[in-house]
C-alpha cells in the first residue's frame, strides 16, 4: 500500500471570494510557516476572478495545499465548509486578504500543547494597503489557562486571530451563520462559552 500521510498539526482554512490581487500573499504567508506540519485549505466560494486558478496552481505546486471548488454561499456558510473538511490536529482561519508572521503556528501550537488547551488567541496588527498605517489590534499579553470569565476577551471577538482544537470545534457544533456582518461574534461567544480554559499567544502573529 501507499505512505499515509500524518495528520497536519494545523489546517489553515483561506475562504476566498473574488481575491486574485491578494490571496497569492495569504498562502505564500502560509507556506513559509516554520511549523511544516500543515495544511492549507482554500474554499473558492464561486470566484468570477482568477482565484480558483491561483489556487490550484499553488495545490499542484505543493502537496499541503488543498482546494475545494463550491458555488458563492458566502463568508459564514464557507468557513463551516473549511471547518468540516480540516483534517489538522488544530484548525484556524485565514481570510484572503491577510496574512501570517513565518512562526505563528509554531508559536500558537506551542501554547496550546503547553497549556494543554483546546483554543489560543494570538496578537493581530491591521494595516492599511493605502496609507501603510498600522495598528496594534485589541493587543492581549501573555496569559495561561484563562476563562471567558476574564473581561478583556469580552470585546473584538474576531474568529481570525485563534487556533482550536478540529474535534472540540466540531463537537461544539458552534454553527457559521449566514450574516453578512458579526458572524464572527455568534462563532467565537458559542466556542468560548464551552471551551473552559484558553490561552493567550503574545505573539504578533496575524496581519
Known sequence: GGTVQAQPELTIIIPSYIMQNWLPYAMESCLWQTEPRLEVLVINDGSTDATLAIASAYAKADSRVRVHDQANMGAGRTRQVG?????????????????LDPRAAADMLAVADRDKVDMV??????FSDKTFNTRRYFYHPAVARTTFENPRYWKSKVL?????????????????????LGQDVVVMYDLLSQVGHFSQCPSFMYY
Open 160 to 180: 481570525w486571530r485563534w487556533i482550536v482544537n478540529t474535534r472540540f470545534a466540531n463537537a461544539s457544533n458552534a454553527s457559521h451563520p449566514d450574516l453578512k
Open 121 to 126: 488567541c494570538g496578537n493581530a496588527i491591521v
Open 83 to 99: 471547518q468540516a473538511l480540516s483534517r489538522g490536529r488544530y484548525l484556524m482561519w485565514l481570510d484572503a486578504d491577510d496574512f
